[in-house]
C-alpha cells in the first residue's frame, strides 16, 4: 500500500493546500497560516521525506511526487484544490494544475525551467547548504531562538531573515539536513525536471517572485509564455521564500486567484469534481429506486 504524506489541516471553506520548497518543511508556511484559515480549510503538507512523511520508493520526480500528493488528497476526501506553493512546492502545484486538480494556482519561484548553468549553480548551492546543515544540525535550535540567530540561518533564503519565527528555522532543517532523500530529490525532482503539458492549464496561475531572490534567477517570469492566462507578480523586500517576508501580500494573491477562479463550468477542476461526483449521484437514485420498490412492495 502506498503510504500518505504527513499534513496538518485547520480551518474552514474551500480546500487550499500549502506546498512547500525543497530545504524547508510545512513549518515554512507559519507566518501564512494564521491568516488563512479563517477562509480556508487550509492543508499543510510535508514533501516526501521530510518531517513525517515518507520517502517515497520510486524516483522522485515531480511526477511521483505530484501522485503522492494526490494519494494524500484523495485519501483525506479532498478533490481539487487552490494551490499555493513555494520552489519545488510551486512546481508540484503547477504540474497539479495541468493534471486538472487544481483551482487556482499561486506559484511563489517556481523551479524547472532554468537553464542547464543556472541548474548547475542551483544544484551547487543546495549540495553545500545540506553539507553544511547536516555539520551544523546541533546548533539550529538553540540559534532558532533569536532573532539574530535565525537571521543567520535564513539569510540566503528570506529578504527580512530577522522577521522569521522559530518555526521556520526549524523548518529549515527538516529540509535541509533532516531530509531522509535529500540527494535523490535533488537529482531527479530539480536538476532534471522538464515540465510538459503545462499548455492544457486552464485555471488562474498566478506566478510570483520575490525581488531579492537570487536562487530562482529568471525561470519564474519563463513561465508566462508557457502557462495559458498566467500572470506575474515581483514582490517588493521578499527573497526566494518569502512567506515571512510579506504574508498579508502572499495571502492578499492567494484571495485574488480564488476569485480570479470562480468555479467556472469549462475548467479542469469542474470536470475532475463533477467526473467523481457521478459515481455517488448514481448510487442515490439507485437506492431512491430501491426505496420506491419497497414502499410499492408494501
Known amino acids: 500500500m502506498d503510504q500518505l504524506l504527513s499534513l496538518t489541516r485547520t480551518g474552514s471553506g474551500e480546500p487550499l493546500l500549502l506546498l512547500h520548497g525543497m530545504g524547508s518543511s510545512r513549518r515554512d508556511f507559519a507566518a501564512v497560516v494564521d491568516l488563512l484559515v479563517p477562509d480556508f480549510d487550509v492543508l499543510d503538507v510535508d514533501l516526501p521525506g521530510v518531517g513525517r512523511s515518507p520517502a517515497l520508493v520510486e524516483r522522485p520526480t515531480v511526477g511521483a511526487i505530484s501522485d503522492a500528493v494526490e494519494r494524500t488528497l484523495d485519501a483525506q476526501g479532498v478533490g481539487p484544490v487552490h494551490v499555493l506553493g513555494n520552489s519545488l512546492g510551486a512546481r508540484v502545484a503547477i504540474e497539479l494544475a495541468a493534471r486538472g486538480r487544481a483551482r487556482s494556482v499561486v506559484a511563489i519561484s517556481p523551479s524547472g525551467l532554468n537553464v542547464p548553468p543556472e541548474r548547475l549553480v542551483q544544484g551547487a548551492g543546495m ?27 535564513l539569510a540566503p533564503l528570506k529578504a527580512r531573515p530577522w522577521s522569521t519565527s522559530t518555526e521556520e528555522a526549524i523548518g529549515a532543517r527538516e529540509g535541509f539536513a533532516d531530509s531522509r532523500d535529500f540527494w535523490r530529490t535533488l537529482l531527479w525532482g530539480l536538476m532534471l525536471d522538464v515540465p510538459r503539458g503545462l499548455d492544457r492549464i486552464d485555471c488562474p496561475v498566478t506566478l510570483v517572485q520575490g525581488v531579492a531572490d537570487w536562487v530562482a534567477s529568471g525561470q519564474t517570469v ?3 509564455p508557457l502557462v ?30 480564488v476569485h480570479r477562479a470562480g468555479q467556472s463550468a469549462d475548467s479542469s477542476a469542474f470536470r475532475y469534481e463533477q467526473r467523481n461526483r457521478a459515481p455517488d449521484i448514481a448510487s442515490v437514485k439507485r437506492a431512491s429506486h430501491a426505496g420506491s420498490a419497497a414502499a410499492k412492495a408494501v
Open 127 to 153: 549540495a553545500l547548504a545540506r553539507v553544511v546543515a547536516r555539520t551544523a544540525a546541533p546548533l539550529i535550535e538553540p540559534l532558532s531562538r533569536s532573532k539574530v540567530g535565525r537571521a543567520a540561518l
Open 222 to 224: 519563463r513561465y508566462l
Open 228 to 257: 495559458p492566462g498566467s500572470r506575474f507578480v515581483p514582490l517588493t523586500w521578499a527573497g526566494h521564500a518569502p512567506q515571512s517576508d510579506r504574508p498579508r501580500r502572499i495571502v492578499r494573491l492567494v484571495l485574488e486567484a
